[in-house]
């Protein structure tokens, strides 16, 4: 939701600290002025005109009291606010972090029961049933695609061998149970990969996002001129640490999803790598029909499509994003998806900069 900038809660707190103090300063000083004011002697000195004494001695005395009591208020209020809040800060912290992806974090706030504390261990007892629940089904995923694979392939083994057999006259039945086949095998891996992202289980090294997307666009070179697509690559090297099979992977589905959704003919892709300030980038553009935003919102949910037109014989599993987000989210990156006025998308995967690997993968 986003919401105009206003005060901070310890800005708030320390104005109110200060201002209940001016308050009660104030009170101070007019109790004093007119317990002096009543009566006619200072001291033990009797002063005839007592009033313009004390107007003349107290005034410059209350001007000085006050602008040491706000000095002090704001002061000692902001330390105050922050040493209150500083547990509101942890918790804050541990909420972005697990919206980033990361169930593991847990604050383990100190000190005694309060409401803070309370607030806290809640925080941490939900975040513990998530992860629990988040592994569970990856587990199950994981485990199941895992079971699936063994009569997928001795299927396909079957079947290759029946189309195989010169004295076996032509079935086209055998043909759409290979397709069928190939299709599920292919959903599988997708659904094991996407575990294996999910998970985060794999070992971190210096990659070069440009090495990265030339090697997936000379892979799919051959369906792009298939397709009658424009392949192009550019940028600059964007090194970053991560698995470099994932993020080829990642690279891959979205250079091969950029050519099967496009234009019918003289459709084109661009894929171009940058640097930022502590980030790097890989963005993948494509034409193509016009997508809405609303439509470009739910491309990253499984078993998505875009459009209904594919150019190519093996349409996919509708996973391709889906497993591009989860590796993005496995790299603590953002990735971002725009529909272009013109019609296609624009992709960009921004992950944190890392050193500069060597030039090859």
């Known amino acids: 939701m986003d919401r105009r900038p206003g005060l901070s809660i310890r800005l708030k707190l320390t104005l109110s600290y200060a201002g209940f103090l001016m308050v009660a300063g104030v009170l101070m000083l007019v109790t004093a002025w007119l317990f002096l004011t009543r009566v006619r002697h200072i001291g033990l000195v009797f002063v005839p005109d007592y009033r313009l004494a004390v107007a003349r001695d107290f005034a410059p005395l209350a001007a000085t009291s006050l602008s040491f009591l706000l000095v002090f208020g704001l002061g000692g209020g902001w330390l105050l606010a922050g040493r209150m809040l500083a547990p509101l800060n942890s918790i804050t912290h541990a909420t972005r972090t697990a919206a980033d992806g990361s169930l593991s974090h847990r604050i383990r706030l100190p000190g005694r029961q309060e409401e803070f504390r309370e607030l806290a261990d809640a925080f941490d007892t939900m975040l513990a049933r998530l992860e629990a629940h988040v592994g569970e089904q990856q587990r199950f995923a994981a485990n199941a695609s895992h079971e699936l694979r063994t009569p997928l392939a001795a299927t396909k083994a079957l079947l290759d061998v029946a189309r195989a057999d010169p004295g076996r006259p032509a079935d086209p039945l055998l ?161 971002t998806l725009t529909p272009r006025p013109a019609g296609g998308l624009r992709v960009t995967v921004e992950l944190p900069a890392g050193t500069t690997p060597p030039r090859h993968l």
């Open 175 to 335: 043909d759409r149970l290979h397709t069928v086949n190939t299709r599920a095998i292919d959903l599988i891996e997708a659904l094991l990969l996407l575990s294996r992202a999910g998970q985060g289980s794999f070992a971190r090294e210096d990659v070069d996002l440009s090495l990265v997307a030339e090697e997936a666009a000379e892979m799919l070179l051959p369906l792009a001129e298939k397709n009658g697509v424009t392949l192009e690559t550019d940028g600059d090297i964007a090194p970053t640490t991560g698995s470099p099979a994932l993020l080829l992977q990642l690279t891959t589905n979205l250079v091969h999803n950029a050519i099967v959704h496009n234009l019918p003919e003289h459709g084109s892709v661009r894929v171009t790598t940058g640097v930022r300030p502590g980030t790097v980038t890989l963005t993948v553009e494509n034409t193509g029909e016009p997508v809405s935003p609303e439509l470009v919102s739910r491309l990253t949910e499984p078993f998505q499509r875009g459009t209904e037109r594919v150019h190519t014989d093996h349409p996919g599993v509708g996973l391709g994003l889906a497993i591009v987000r989860s590796i993005t989210r496995a790299h603590h990156g953002i990735l």
